[in-house]
Structure formats: structure tokens, C-alpha cells
């Protein structure tokens, strides 16, 4: 049985246990990238393919005859034709849970940023400017106490929840938003009530058609002004040139994204321009500790032999 994943440096695999992997089949073939000409090649002859984030579309997956088993290196898997694997009997397996601890607590530290503002105060120290202080201290950023002020939930999966109890540590209140895709459940808010009321806002919510741009210029109208917006879910999420130009305006206190629609992003992308107030933007890495590689590449191995064990 041979198997190739096609982008280990999405993993780092050398900061984990990767016994498991190699001995999950007899051979295994590995590589840190593969472009869209390179797929067809390598997956040749492969009875099992890892991808994370490597397009399988229907003409790959139809002409490489040996394929048995697709597994994705993450929860989701629209980088796969799901319709040509069905149509061929190849099962698709992803991952879920193994983020969160990473997810939330990156939420967190997003939000605490925002309310603190200790990344711009740190690069005011670092420039010169506490040396040139006629006091002990600097002023110059306004910081928010979160305690007694309201978190606003979008999306109450596991990172959501984990996210929401991590704000109740925080003295909190809690406001989670009701299901969009109208499921009624107890406990929960209205969005535009959400959004009128929160301080803060954390999106944990799918990308689907439903949430495409979800966040467009009609819902940072309706937020309260000078909240604060975290988006560790997808990029796809947010309407970006809006978003800019809500927090250039100063209607939002601020915001902090770790995905962004396009990753990487391209350097005139509209959020990185220089003159952006209160906006920290992180490299999709709220999900990149150590242990939550681990946690992933062992349900890949463990989704790898329970097909085994099945067939």
C-alpha cells in the first residue's frame, strides 16, 4: 500500500511524532509542496493521498486508478470534488476537534490585543518613544476593560463554546447569536440584537452560502459603535474593503483576523494597508500549536487505518 501527502510544510513535521504515519502503510511518499501541474504525477500509483489544502478536483481524482482513500490534513475538505470520490467509491476523511484549546485561546489573545492595545504600546517602546516620556507611562491608546462588557457569539460549535467560556473567565456576558441557518434554539439572540449590543464580537462560524460575506457593510452599520471584531473562522467571512473602511472611519474599535479570503494574501491586499487603525491580522496560525498538529496528523493516521481495518 503507498501513500503521498502532498503538502507536509502546512504540518512542520519535524516537531512531531510522525512514527504512526510511516508505519500507517508500506510505503510513503512526501512532499512540502505541490503545485496544480504536480498533483497528477505524484498522486499516480497512490492507493491513499494526504492534501490539506491541495486542490483534488474530478479529472485528478478519475484518472489516478489506484486512489482508495482521500485524507484531508483538516476539518474542511471543499479541496476536494466530493461528487467524483462518491462517484468512484473513494471515501473522504478529514479531521475534526483537534484545534480546540489553539483556536480559542488564539480568539482570546486577538481580543485581549484589541482591548489593550499592547501591540501598538509595544512598538511605541520599541521606536523610542517610552524613553522620550515625560512620565512613567503612556496614554496614548485608549484600553478597554473587558470585564462587565459583552461578547457577542457567532457560531456555538466547539470553538465557539470554548471561546465563550473563556470570556465568562473574563467576567464577561455572553450574547450568543441565533443558529443562521434559522434553527431555533433556547439561549439565543437575535443577530441584530447581538449586534447592537455586544462590545465584542468573535466569529466561529462555517463558510457557506449563507455566511459568504457575512460581515458586509449593512453588519458593521448595525454594530454598536466602537466594538471590537475577532475572525479566526474564514476569511470569506468578512467583506475586507468594508471592514477597512469601518475601522478607517472609526465607527469600530477595532478588529483582529488570523484568515483572510486569500491566503496568502497578495501585498496590495486592502487590509494591509499601512494607515489602518487597531487592526492585528495573523497568518492563519490559530490553529499551529504543537499539540494541535499532533491531535491532527493522529486522526489522519487513526482515519487511515480504520479504512484499513474495513477493508
Known amino acids: 500500500?503507498?501513500?503521498?501527502?502532498?503538502?507536509?510544510?502546512?504540518m512542520k513535521p519535524g516537531e512531531l511524532d510522525t512514527s504512526g504515519l510511516e508505519a500507517s502503510l508500506d510505503h510513503w511518499d512526501f512532499h512540502e509542496t505541490t503545485s496544480p501541474a504536480q498533483v497528477?504525477?505524484?498522486?499516480?500509483?497512490?492507493?491513499?493521498?494526504?492534501?490539506?489544502?491541495?486542490?483534488?478536483d474530478r479529472q485528478l481524482i478519475e484518472n489516478a486508478t489506484d486512489l482508495k482513500l482521500i485524507c484531508v490534513c483538516a476539518t474542511g475538505t471543499n479541496n476536494v470534488d466530493h461528487n467524483a470520490a462518491e462517484d468512484r467509491g473513494i471515501p473522504v476523511r478529514n479531521v475534526a476537534g483537534y484545534a480546540g484549546?489553539?483556536?480559542?485561546?488564539?480568539?482570546l489573545a486577538l481580543i485581549l490585543g484589541l482591548a489593550t492595545r499592547w501591540h501598538q504600546y509595544h512598538s511605541d517602546v520599541m521606536a523610542g518613544r517610552w524613553s522620550q516620556s515625560?512620565?512613567?507611562?503612556?496614554?496614548?491608546?485608549?484600553?478597554?476593560?473587558?470585564?462587565?462588557k459583552k461578547l457577542g457569539i457567532i457560531g456555538y460549535g466547539d470553538l465557539?463554546?470554548?471561546?465563550?467560556?473563556?470570556?465568562?473567565a473574563l467576567g464577561m456576558e455572553v450574547l450568543v447569536a441565533e443558529s443562521l441557518s434559522g434553527e431555533k434554539k433556547s439561549g439565543r439572540v437575535p443577530l441584530q440584537r447581538l449586534l447592537a449590543e455586544s462590545d465584542v464580537i468573535s466569529l466561529h462560524c462555517p463558510l457557506t452560502a449563507e455566511t459568504d460575506r457575512l460581515v458586509n457593510r449593512e453588519f458593521l452599520a448595525a454594530m454598536k459603535p466602537g466594538t471590537l471584531l475577532v475572525n479566526t473562522a474564514r476569511g470569506?467571512?468578512?467583506?475586507?474593503?468594508?471592514?477597512?473602511?469601518?475601522?478607517?472611519?472609526?465607527?469600530?474599535?477595532?478588529?483582529a483576523l488570523d484568515v483572510l479570503s486569500v491566503e496568502p494574501p497578495p501585498a496590495?491586499?486592502?487590509l494591509l494597508a499601512g494607515d489602518i487603525p487597531n487592526l492585528i491580522i495573523t497568518p492563519h496560525s490559530a490553529w499551529i500549536s504543537r499539540e494541535s498538529r499532533q491531535r491532527l496528523l493522529d486522526g489522519v493516521v487513526a482515519n487511515i487505518r480504520e479504512w484499513r481495518r474495513s477493508n
Open 134 to 148: 515625560p512620565v512613567f507611562c503612556m496614554l496614548d491608546y485608549p484600553v478597554m476593560e473587558l470585564a462587565k
Open 236 to 255: 470569506g467571512l468578512v467583506d475586507e474593503p468594508a471592514l477597512a473602511d469601518a475601522l478607517r472611519s472609526g465607527h469600530l474599535g477595532g478588529a
Open 40 to 56: 497528477a504525477e505524484r498522486i499516480a500509483g497512490a492507493d491513499v493521498v494526504i492534501t490539506n489544502k491541495v486542490v483534488l
Open 268 to 270: 496590495d491586499h486592502p
Open 1 to 10: 500500500m503507498r501513500g503521498v501527502f502532498l503538502d507536509t510544510l502546512t
Open 101 to 107: 484549546a489553539s483556536v480559542p485561546q488564539h480568539a
Open 160 to 168: 465557539g463554546r470554548t471561546t465563550a467560556d473563556l470570556g465568562r
